[in-house]
Nanobody, 124 residues
Framework: QDQLAESGGGAVQAGGSLRLSCTTS????????MGWFRQAPGKEREGVAA???????TYADSVKGRFTISKDNAKNTLYLQMNSLKPEDSAMYYC??????????????????WGQGTQVTVSS
């Protein structure tokens, strides 16, 4: 299993911003899909944002207009810029990759490799 490592989580007040980073190997960075997922206590894991090899992006409705997924090819790093944070955004955030290609959008498919997660806590 390839290694993915998230960073950038923390505690912030509602309305604030955070940028999450996910460092990967160069091989992992060529994956068909890379995405950010989150899970809060008592809730199912949900896809937040994903980016395909073509550069196309997909977002959950709850974060559209507030979050932006991007990648830096030179650094093999995936980012999630989170603005206008709300208490309901509080969760453990995970970076993940899917190695094989897909005919479906990257938020609708299974992922192979996962990071350990970084905690985001938004207070009201």
């Amino acid at each position: 299993q390839d290694q993915l490592a998230e960073s950038g989580g923390g505690a912030v007040q509602a309305g604030g911003s955070l940028r999450l980073s996910c460092t990967t190997s160069g091989y992992t960075f060529t994956s068909a899909c890379m995405g950010w997922f989150r899970q809060a206590p008592g809730k199912e894991r949900e896809g937040v944002a994903a980016i395909g090899r073509s550069g196309s992006t997909t977002y959950a409705d709850s974060v559209k207009g507030r979050f932006t997924i991007s990648k830096d090819n030179a650094k093999n790093t995936l980012y999630l810029q989170m603005n206008s944070l709300k208490p309901e955004d509080s969760a453990m955030y995970y970076c993940a990759s899917r190695r094989s290609g897909t005919w479906f959008g990257c938020l609708a498919v299974q992922y192979n490799d996962w990071g350990q997660g970084t905690q985001v806590t938004v207070s009201s």
